[in-house]
């Protein structure tokens, strides 16, 4: 079904966002995460820079974590047995999701140590 016009997309989209963290516990764990690094970042004084990076990550973490939720309600609801290429699939989405978090918390780590350190 396609929408109408832009607003009907973006009040889909809305909904989709709303429905995949209410659904998955993960998006309630990133959240909490992101919340003690952000409170770390104004503790340790992070400047404009850090904010958009630590915003841009947690963004590409939440991207992946809504993409392999899709995926893998896509692929349950087609295939209810066991199948070999469906468990390669959700394992690669989970690994771009793992991927992302690394991306995160790697760049948190030197965000941190540099305003800890300098």
């Known amino acids: 079904m396609k929408n109408k016009n832009f607003f009907q997309s973006v009040k889909r989209a ?7 963290f209410r659904s998955e516990r993960n998006f309630k764990v990133y959240t909490v995460i992101a919340l003690i ?16 990076m630590m915003l841009s990550l947690i963004c590409a973490a ?10 893998e309600r896509l692929c349950d609801s087609f295939c209810s047995k ?17 991927a992302a978090g ?7 780590g030197v965000i941190l140590a540099k305003n800890i350190l300098c």
Do not use: H, P, Q, R
């Open 14 to 20: 809305a909904i989709g966002f709303v429905n995949g």
């Open 37 to 52: 690094f952000l409170a770390l970042n104004i503790i340790t004084g992070s400047g404009m820079y850090d904010y958009i």
């Open 62 to 71: 939440f991207s992946a974590e809504y993409f392999n939720t899709a995926l």
């Open 82 to 98: 066991k199948d070999d290429d469906v468990k390669f699939i959700k394992d690669v989405a989970a690994g771009a999701v793992l």
């Open 102 to 108: 690394i991306a995160f918390f790697t760049a948190e």
